[in-house]
């Protein structure tokens, strides 16, 4: 019994000493993870701090320069029609001597027809009827003055067609090529309100031409030019500003910005200007006359203009309305601007060399 109950109390002891035994364990596990964390907390590295961003005013040499601002816009260029003439008798085009957009002058044969020579020459009323010995009229006035500008009459153009006029009729007729009769037929003659104009006649060689047919188109005296300006372009540009235009084959046709409407088509927001002026003068036969004229013109904004040059950023206006920069030693200076364009001023006041502070670097 006595070594039973030994036994027993021994297993107690054990069993006692073990539980003691986990609970040292984990009071020093507990103990570790808590020294660790201490030290952790203690000891951790931290980040190195940010270097804080400077603010110091940026400084800026003063130098001379050159600033200036043109806009580039897309210009088209069109032949149009002030009147058209049409054939009296119908028949074959055996000949076209005048290239379509030439210049016809007085006198001169712009087509045949069945081998007869069709003629322009200045006059008001047109070529209704045949003009022959003993009739009177305006039109025989314009056929005498035809007539007297060529060299064959020397009499009175008073409207009656008399033998002076029928000789004369005959040595003309002799001249380009048609049949001497001295009787003019109303289809030889095509009367127009000016000489010289330029003319693009519509059927070509071997085409048939029917009775009042469309025979030769008129055109103005010089293409019509437009401008097409974008939506961002408008905001810069005005009536009465100079446009110059690449023409065709080297050269530059001058004209001036007239007046502005809303783009029918194409892209929304933009604008076609018309522009006036002289522009192609003696080059204008190169414009073709069927179609438009793609070309380029160049409106300068700003003038080119030299001399110092400071960034438009670094400049301030004072109460007075004065623009100013600020130098290097802090002190103001009032500067005149003379242009600018592009983020630069060319201005008065400064000498190249000086320092001024800028606010913000400028970007060039």
């Known amino acids: 019994m006595f070594v039973l109950a030994r036994v027993r109390a021994c297993r107690h002891a054990n069993r006692l000493g073990y539980r003691v035994g986990g609970m040292l364990l984990s009071l020093m596990v507990l103990g570790g993870v808590a020294a660790a964390g201490y030290w952790a907390g203690t000891n951790a590295v931290a980040p190195p701090a940010l270097p804080l961003q400077s603010h110091e005013p940026e400084s800026y040499t003063v130098a001379n320069g050159t600033v200036g601002s043109t806009a580039r816009i897309s210009v088209t260029a069109a032949w149009t029609t002030t ?10 085009v055996t ?15 712009i087509a045949t027809i069945d081998l007869q020579p069709v003629v322009v020459a200045t006059g008001s009323v047109p070529m209704f009827r045949t003009l022959a010995s003993g009739m009177s009229g305006p039109d025989v006035a314009q056929l005498q003055q035809l007539l007297t500008n060529k060299g064959f009459y020397s009499g009175k153009v008073d409207g009656d067609f008399g033998q002076s006029t029928r000789i004369a009729t005959k040595s003309w007729q002799n001249s380009i090529g048609a049949a001497q009769t001295g009787v003019v037929d109303a289809g030889a003659l095509l009367f127009v309100d000016r000489l010289p104009a330029r ?44 446009i110059s235009i690449m023409g065709l084959e080297g050269g530059v046709w001058t004209g001036t910005l007239g007046t502005f409407e809303p783009a029918l088509s194409g892209v929304p927001g933009s604008y076609i200007a018309t522009i006036t002026g002289t522009l192609c003068g003696a080059d204008c036969g190169l414009v073709p006359v069927s179609g438009e004229t793609a070309l380029e013109g160049t409106i300068v904004l700003v003038p080119t203009t030299s001399g110092p040059i400071v960034p438009t950023s670094a400049m301030v206006v004072q109460p007075s309305g004065q623009s100013a920069v600020t130098m290097a030693d802090g002190s103001t200076r009032a500067v005149t601007v003379v242009a600018q364009a592009n983020g630069f001023a060319v201005v008065e006041g400064l000498e190249p060399g000086a320092v001024i502070r800028l606010p913000v670097a400028p970007e060039r």
Do not use: C, Y
């Not at 009147?83 to 074959?92: D, N, P, Q, V």
């Not at 469309?214 to 961002?232: E, G, Q, R, Y």
């Open 83 to 92: 009147r058209t003439l049409h054939a009296r008798g119908g028949g074959t």
């Open 95 to 109: 000949s076209v001597p005048l290239k379509a957009g030439d210049e016809a002058a007085e006198g001169a044969v």
């Open 199 to 242: 003319m693009a006649v519509i059927p070509g060689v071997a085409d048939l031409v029917a009775p009042g047919g469309v025979l030769v188109n008129v055109l103005a005296s010089s293409p019509a030019f437009t401008a097409t300006i974008t939506a961002t372009q408008r905001s810069g540009l005005s009536s009465g500003q100079t």
